[in-house]
């Protein structure tokens, strides 16, 4: 009621005053010492550089389709780069795919330029996919900010590459965009500052915006023609999922997996947004003091608070784990090597990110990052499935090594971690592999740096 959202934001403004000014908040990065005291990392951070990382496989054709390729670069640092090495055929297809949902998520998210005309901004989600993409001279003003705004304002770039695609993945492109327009607008009434209320509205949410685009670019390999049909059916049939969302398929539980790593780690950002997505049926169960999502923001160091905050934080870190089993299933069912690049590159980071925010109070005072260094080392030594179980047992075997002794989520979490951890045995890394790896980069980088040189 009105009363909950009057606390809820009294609370928030108060949170901002403690923090001293809006939308600051702070990053905890890890020192250049640090990190220069991981030497493979910088061998293979060095190689990258240096070699120019991933290939792109993109044909610009046009400025349509240039325009495409540095607005993606633009919004999407992360994702550019994968997407731009996946196959050539379907390469175009996927970066459309990105913008155009990116486009939608950029609407879904501004929550000043429709003021309280919430009906507008319901109509823009749902009509999306076939005025946007189907009118090659729409564009918007005034939505979004920086390069998201640019998007809108210049998607008729978009929409007329979208049109040149072939029939199927423009038929898959508007079918996603469709249905994930409709879930985004059933939460555009919803007051979201105290988070969802159930696990099951979070599952819900969660697969709207990521576990649609884990079945769309499953359907896009497929349309274009890179992986088989049985592929496509195995991994969309609910009854392979071992996870319990009740969203559908092993895809569902790939795109599920990053957005709970994404809203886990974007605690104190989205809070002081207003728009939070912790579910309260879990976050109750350790908020005694004022009941609010608020309570574990800027907790004492070494407070009951701090301690009830990581105990909250290792329950929601085990919740996304137990959705691991199937991404393993989903990416040892891939057959075209650069797709499964595409796919454990994102997975890898996730696990990476969750093994970093476990039982580490900073996620309630800042966002907290993965080092670059070990980013490129996993983007580099990822693209093979012994090389992503590798990953995953590394990242399982530390989380339960620091599982605190009492922790509510105890039992639950060396469970999930003990899956993993079974499901990778034959990739475990040993010393001389490491080693070997190691030298493998520092060669490499030496080289590189001699032709440049």
């Given at each position: 009621?009105?009363?909950?959202?009057?606390?809820s934001s009294s609370a928030r403004d108060a949170l901002l005053?403690?923090?001293?000014?809006?939308?600051?908040?702070?990053?905890?990065?890890?020192?250049?010492?640090?990190?220069?005291?991981?030497?493979?990392?910088?061998?293979?951070?060095?190689y990258y550089k240096l070699t120019g990382g991933l290939t792109?496989?993109?044909?610009?054709?046009?400025?349509?389709?240039?325009?495409?390729?540095?607005?993606?670069?633009?919004?999407?640092?992360?994702?550019?780069?994968?997407?731009?090495?996946?196959?050539?055929?379907?390469?175009?297809?996927?970066?459309?795919?990105?913008?155009?949902?990116?486009?939608?998520?950029?609407?879904?998210?501004?929550?000043?330029?429709?003021?309280?005309?919430?009906?507008?901004?319901?109509?823009?989600?749902?009509?999306?996919?076939?005025?946007?993409?189907?009118?090659?001279?729409?564009?918007?003003?005034?939505?979004?900010?920086?390069?998201?705004?640019?998007?809108?304002?210049e998607f008729d770039k978009c929409a007329r590459v979208y049109?040149?695609?072939?029939?199927?993945?423009?038929?898959?492109?508007?079918?996603?965009?469709?249905?994930?327009?409709?879930?985004?607008?059933?939460?555009?009434?919803?007051?979201?500052?105290?988070?969802?209320?159930?696990?099951?509205?979070?599952?819900?949410?969660?697969?709207?915006?990521?576990?649609?685009?884990?079945?769309?670019?499953?359907?896009?390999?497929?349309?274009?023609?890179?992986?088989?049909?049985?592929?496509?059916?195995?991994?969309?049939?609910?009854?392979?999922?071992?996870?319990?969302?009740?969203?559908?398929?092993?895809?569902?539980?790939?795109?599920?997996?990053?957005?709970?790593?994404?809203?886990?780690?974007?605690?104190?950002?989205?809070?002081?947004?207003?728009?939070?997505?912790?579910?309260?049926?879990?976050?109750?169960?350790?908020?005694?003091?004022?009941?609010?999502?608020?309570?574990?923001?800027?907790?004492?160091?070494?407070?009951?608070?701090?301690?009830?905050?990581?105990?909250?934080?290792?329950?929601?870190?085990?919740?996304?784990?137990?959705?691991?089993?199937?991404?393993?299933?989903?990416?040892?069912?891939?057959?075209?090597?650069?797709?499964?690049?595409?796919?454990?590159?994102?997975?890898?980071?996730?696990?990476?990110?969750?093994?970093?925010?476990?039982?580490?109070?900073?996620?309630?005072?800042?966002?907290?990052?993965?080092?670059?260094?070990?980013?490129?080392?996993?983007?580099?030594?990822?693209?093979?499935?012994?090389?992503?179980?590798?990953?995953?047992?590394?990242?399982?075997?530390?989380?339960?090594?620091?599982?605190?002794?009492?922790?509510?989520?105890?039992?639950?979490?060396?469970?999930?971690?003990?899956?993993?951890?079974?499901?990778?045995?034959?990739?475990?890394?040993?010393?001389?592999?490491?080693?070997?790896?190691?030298?493998?980069?520092?060669?490499?980088?030496?080289?590189?740096?001699?032709?440049?040189?």
């Amino acid at each position: 009621g009105p009363d909950s959202t009057m606390s809820s934001s009294s609370a928030r403004d108060a949170l901002l005053k403690k923090q001293g000014a809006y939308g600051k908040i702070k990053t905890h990065a890890e020192s250049k010492l640090s990190q220069l005291s991981h030497l493979d990392e910088v061998a293979y951070a060095l190689y990258y550089k240096l070699t120019g990382g991933l290939t792109s496989k993109l044909t610009v054709a046009d400025e349509d389709t240039k325009f495409c390729d540095e607005i993606l670069g633009s919004v999407s640092r992360s994702f550019a780069a994968v997407i731009r090495q996946l196959p050539e055929k379907c390469c175009l297809d996927v970066l459309i795919f990105y913008l155009v949902l990116r486009a939608l998520d950029t609407i879904e998210d501004d929550m000043t330029a429709f003021g309280k005309n919430h009906a507008v901004k319901v109509k823009h989600l749902k009509d999306f996919y076939k005025v946007a993409l189907e009118d090659p001279t729409w564009t918007m003003d005034g939505v979004g900010e920086g390069d998201e705004r640019k998007l809108l304002q210049e998607f008729d770039k978009c929409a007329r590459v979208y049109q040149r695609l072939e029939p199927a993945p423009r038929a898959v492109i508007a079918d996603v965009t469709r249905r994930m327009a409709d879930g985004m607008a059933e939460y555009v009434d919803k007051d979201l500052g105290e988070g969802t209320q159930t696990i099951d509205e979070y599952n819900r949410y969660c697969n709207f915006v990521a576990g649609l685009v884990g079945e769309g670019l499953t359907r896009l390999f497929h349309a274009c023609g890179y992986e088989s049909a049985a592929f496509e059916q195995k991994v969309l049939d609910p009854t392979n999922c071992t996870a319990d969302h009740k969203q559908g398929g092993l895809d569902k539980s790939m795109g599920l997996f990053l957005q709970k790593t994404n809203i886990i780690r974007d605690y104190l950002e989205d809070y002081v947004d207003g728009r939070a997505f912790w579910p309260k049926e879990i976050w109750s169960l350790y908020a005694t003091e004022t009941k609010s999502l608020g309570e574990f923001a800027y907790p004492k160091p070494g407070s009951q608070t701090e301690a009830r905050a990581c105990a909250l934080l290792n329950h929601l870190v085990t919740d996304a784990l137990e959705l691991l089993p199937d991404c393993l299933t989903y990416m040892s069912l891939l057959s075209h090597p650069d797709i499964f690049r595409f796919c454990a590159i994102p997975q890898v980071m996730a696990i990476a990110t969750l093994d970093k925010v476990y039982n580490n109070s900073d996620v309630f005072t800042g966002v907290v990052k993965v080092r670059k260094g070990l980013a490129v080392k996993m983007i580099m030594t990822c693209g093979t499935m012994p090389g992503i179980k590798s990953w995953f047992h590394e990242f399982a075997t530390e989380i339960k090594r620091r599982v605190p002794k009492g922790d509510p989520s105890e039992k639950r979490t060396h469970a999930a971690c003990d899956k993993i951890l079974a499901l990778t045995a034959d990739a475990a890394p040993s010393p001389m592999r490491a080693l070997l790896l190691f030298v493998l980069a520092f060669i490499c980088a030496v080289v590189a740096y001699a032709q440049i040189a």
